[in-house]
């Protein structure tokens, strides 16, 4: 398995915007192309305009496979637009689990 980590900073004020286009939107989309999301937070200290999003998938190739999909999926597209006006900086973080962890 592999992690792919998606930090983003959203606009002061905006989360509450960026939550609803999220769930009744962004969700939706993806469980229609099948990604699967594990976890999703918000900063409570630190940075509190920042949204963390931890998706996993089997291995690079179904990551890679994945990327394309989003690419040609006019709904992804056109969600992606309203989320990015939203958002001041991402970051895509894929990691592999350590044999030690305990998160397969």
């Keep these: 398995m592999i992690y792919n980590l998606v930090t983003q900073d959203i606009v002061p004020g905006k989360m509450a915007e960026y939550g609803e286009i999220a769930a009744k939107e962004m969700m939706p989309t993806f469980a229609k192309l099948g990604m699967k999301l594990v976890a999703s937070w918000h900063g409570y200290t630190g940075n509190v305009n920042e949204v963390y999003l931890l998706f996993v998938y089997n291995d690079l ?3 890679q496979k994945m990327r394309e999909a ?7 597209q056109r969600n992606g637009v309203k989320v990015n006006a ?18 397969k």
């Design 70 to 76: 989003q690419r040609k999926d006019a709904d992804y």
């Design 86 to 103: 939203l958002i001041t900086r991402q970051t895509r973080t894929l990691l592999e689990p350590n044999a030690w962890s305990p998160m």
């Design 61 to 63: 190739a179904e990551f």
